[in-house]
């Protein structure tokens, strides 16, 4: 039997449903939460052994009702799961049921983290659970499958996870849930015809608090100023890109949106607070407004530190994104939708009533509110002409001569209309978004037994039309053929039965379609590599980054920038403009040993095949910021990624445990350890969550950050200097921009730099003067870079450092040289660098 701490519901055992009940009902409401209707429904059902479809507005419970499925399964003996749609709320699920059942009976999988992963609770991805499916089916150790934000069912790139499970594991108990699922009565029939168990269908539950509905037509400043004068706050307001929501942030700070006490309390509380990029000095004079700012492109530190003053009550507007819906947790009173439409990758459309519903669902919350209002703003042509026509009054022919100002061109048409239909309007019915992979076949092959019973159950059971099905299962037969004609799978007669057999001749990995499935591909290229090479230690950073998955900001705005430099250099040589522009259709982001890695990646994938369904992705981030010399405010900066600058860490933390972890040690020289530990602190450095958060899961510990009793401020990163190996880098990169800029004669950006310690343009440009009359050049490549010319000597809180110019003739006799001051670096977080010469030896 499972021990259980106190803070968990203490049920019967032997098992009995009775018993269950009320133990779940009595600790439920001993903790302040007695269970609503639709809980105590659930609950009947759940402790029957019966599935569950528990659609029912934001706020009825549902969470809940999740963990009380866990604990049933726990009272006897059965392993359960408990899914979500992205990491950040499976791993939030984690530390919440660590904190009742204790961390020695919860465990967490995501494909790049791991945490006591055989738990008999155990919170994961979507995908993991039907990978695991997929692989051992009926044998497969889950016995309940509790599957929250079941409306990505209908995604249509990752709904076929949603699927499987219910495909493949036909013992298992299931909690389906969501706020917004539509007509569910054909996946109840399919569910119990499936598991052989009843299926509960609770939905139409009226919400604890309710919602009323405005449509407003008034300028939206003027909108957010009556709600605010109406005691209707906390308001979020809700846009359809990051760019919006910052700016309409920034277009609020012009009116009086907190009292003076309450921003005096936020200036205190957020004093201590590293805002240390560009979007963060942002960000901190919004918040001192009482305006915050939330969106998956900001650093999880400025994030956080959003959704904590929010909990407290001292934001009285927030301007997000529509992720509002699956992910911030936070008191809100009202939700203003900035529009009815948006760009979902492809086209401009309205939403849906389900996007609709999700958005609108997250106003007034239990515990909080009596009541919560959805206020959607007039298109903004329409609210003009409005404003004209009252201005005009009721003169007729005023009113027939007034030109009425148009929608802007690629305008979705909606209106007030459109927001009664969707006020009324059930979320769509799911549909289904099946496919089939190499993954997929492979995983049917190595289960072994009746392979084609198993695919045929899969291919021609799912819930997709008969013609869809037909096109996967001529898909699945091209995967076979491939694979056939591979040697990776074979048909064999059985020597027992006289039967034909499909099996595979060689080993899968036991997770291969869990985890990083290009890693062995990375360690056998690194292999290839020559550790005496010059540039042996950024080939094997460009290796790594190849089999990570593409920051599509990033990439985009290094093209970007790419083109607009080759335009200004075939401008200057004169090509014509047709010419200019065929020639751009060839420039794209840098992609170091493109042709190295698809050359080595075509042999690997024909003797591993369940690399079929992956592509390798050459690039450079890490690189380009590492010979680049810059910061990460730099480098976002350089390629103006303020919005994104989430994604950019969020990468960076990937690579850097990526590095760490399949590099392997006796492939990591010097200087590969030294990237390593450079790009480690600059990721700690710029926000501390990420890599505190990574390594408290790998030590299957709750990060500081992500408790619910953690600090408003979290407490700063480790000073810069402790980390001495990865400080000599920063300091080495200081030096070397200024090799960079110097072999580039950029005497201004050189004079920007170190203009405060009296080096200008003029005196820089003097400097190396003589320099440039004996040699013509200076070198920047990996030579240049090297530890041998760079020299350090380390006093007590001073460094004195001297950077020798690679000359083409190979003397070595100019230096740059300075100072470096340890404890200013500390308080700057980056090397505080001082020139003291320019000169030759």
């Not at 950019?648 to 030294?674: C, F, H």
Request: glycine residues 6%; charged residues 25%.
């Amino acid at each position: 039997m499972t021990t259980l701490p106190e803070t968990a519901p203490q049920l019967p055992h032997p098992f009995d449903p009775d018993g269950a009940f009320d133990a779940i009902s009595e600790w439920a409401a001993a903790g302040g939460r007695p269970l609503y209707p639709a809980q105590e429904e659930s609950l009947v059902a759940i402790v029957s052994g019966e599935n569950v479809i528990l659609s029912t507005p934001t706020g009825t419970g549902k969470s809940l009702v999740a963990l009380a499925a866990h604990a049933v399964a726990l009272a006897q003996g059965m392993r359960t799961y408990y899914t979500a749609p992205i990491k950040a709320l499976v791993s939030e699920k984690f530390f919440a049921l660590v904190d009742v059942f204790g961390a020695a009976n919860v465990g967490m999988v995501t494909g790049d983290s791991a945490v006591n992963p055989d738990a008999p609770i155990v919170c994961a991805t979507a995908e993991i659970v039907a990978n695991l499916a997929l692989r051992h089916g009926e044998s497969s150790d889950v016995a309940q499958v509790v599957m929250d934000e079941f409306h990505f069912y209908a995604d249509p790139d990752r709904g076929w996870a949603w699927q499987v499970p219910i495909l493949a594991l036909p013992r298992a108990q299931f909690v389906l849930m969501s706020a917004t699922l539509g007509e569910v009565d054909w996946l109840a029939a399919d569910l119990s015809r499936r598991t052989g168990r009843e299926t509960a269908v609770i939905t139409g539950v009226d919400r604890p608090v309710p919602l009323t509905y405005d449509y407003a037509t008034s300028p939206i400043q003027e909108t957010v100023e009556r709600l605010l004068q109406s005691d209707l706050a906390p308001v979020y307001i809700v846009h359809f890109s990051q760019l919006a929501a910052v700016e309409r942030a920034q277009a609020l700070s012009s009116i009086t949106v907190a009292p003076k006490s309450v921003r005096e309390q936020i200036a205190e509380i957020i004093g201590p607070f590293r805002f240390t990029t560009a979007f963060g000095k942002t960000l901190s004079r919004l918040l001192r407004l009482g305006i915050g700012v939330h969106h998956a492109g900001m650093l999880p530190k400025y994030r956080r530190l959003v959704e904590r003053l929010a909990q407290q009550g001292l934001l009285r507007v927030i301007c997000g994104t529509d992720t509002l819906g699956v992910g911030i947790n936070v008191p809100i009173r009202t939700v203003l939708l900035s529009g009815l439409s948006k760009f979902d990758g492809t086209r401009m459309r309205q939403l849906t009533a389900r996007e609709f519903h999700q958005i609108a669902g997250r106003a007034g919350r239990a515990g909080y509110d009596t009541a919560g209002l959805v206020v959607v703003q007039a298109p903004e042509h329409e609210t003009e002409n409005l404003k004209a026509l009252q201005k005009i009054g009721d003169d007729p022919k005023k009113r027939r001569k007034l030109i009425r100002k148009k929608a802007p061109e690629g305008f979705v048409s909606w209106g007030q209309p459109s927001f009664e239909k969707l006020i009324d309007a059930a979320p769509e019915r799911l549909t289904s978004s099946m496919t089939v992979t190499h993954a997929m076949v492979l995983s049917a092959i190595a289960r072994g037994g009746d392979v084609v019973g198993t695919m045929r159950g899969l291919l021609e059971e799912n819930h997709e039309p008969r013609a869809r099905q037909r096109e996967l299962i001529r898909q699945a037969l091209a995967i076979y053929r491939t694979l056939l004609a591979a040697d990776v799978v074979e048909r064999v007669v059985d020597p027992d039965t006289g039967e034909t057999i499909v099996r595979l001749t060689v080993d899968l990995q036991p997770d291969f379609a869990l985890n990083q499935v290009l890693s062995p591909f990375a360690l056998a290229v690194v292999e290839l590599l020559d550790p005496e090479a010059p540039g042996y230690a950024l080939d094997v950073v460009s290796v790594v980054e190849s089999i990570l998955e593409d920051p599509r900001p990033i990439l985009g705005a290094q093209e970007a920038q790419a083109r607009g430099e080759a335009v200004a250099a075939m401008k200057a040589e004169g090509i014509e403009y047709e010419e200019r522009m065929a020639l751009l259709e060839g420039i794209t982001y840098p992609k170091p040993l493109a042709e190295l890695l698809s050359a080595a990646f075509e042999t690997y994938r024909r003797s591993q095949p369940w690399v079929g369904d992956t592509e390798l992705r050459p690039k450079s981030v890490v690189r380009d910021m590492y010979e680049r010399a810059m910061s990460f405010g730099e480098y976002v900066a350089y390629y103006r990624l303020s919005r994104s600058e989430g994604l950019v860490l969020r990468y960076l933390s990937d690579a850097y445990r990526v590095l760490r972890q399949t590099v392997p040690d006796d492939a990591k020289t010097e200087e590969v350890r030294d990237i390593i530990e450079w790009l480690g602190e600059l990721v700690r450095q710029t926000d501390s969550s990420v890599l505190d958060e990574w390594e408290a899961l790998a030590a299957g510990l709750a990060a500081p950050s992500a408790r619910s009793d953690a600090p408003i401020v979290p407490p700063a990163p480790r000073t810069l200097t402790s980390n001495v190996r990865a400080f000599r880098i920063l300091v080495r990169n200081e030096l070397f921009r200024r090799v960079q800029l110097a072999a580039r004669e950029a005497w201004g950006e050189l004079g920007e730099l170190d203009s405060a310690s009296g080096w200008d343009a003029d005196r820089w440009e003097d400097a190396l003067a003589d320099y440039f009359d004996e040699y013509d050049t200076i070198g920047t490549g990996p030579a240049a870079r090297s530890a041998a010319l760079l020299v350090i000597d380390e006093e007590p809180g001073m460094w004195r450092v001297q950077q020798i110019l690679d000359d083409p003739e190979g003397d070595h006799d100019w230096r740059i040289s300075g100072t470096v001051d340890l404890a200013e670096s500390d308080e700057l977080g980056s090397a505080a660098l001082r020139i003291t010469s320019v000169s030759r030896v």
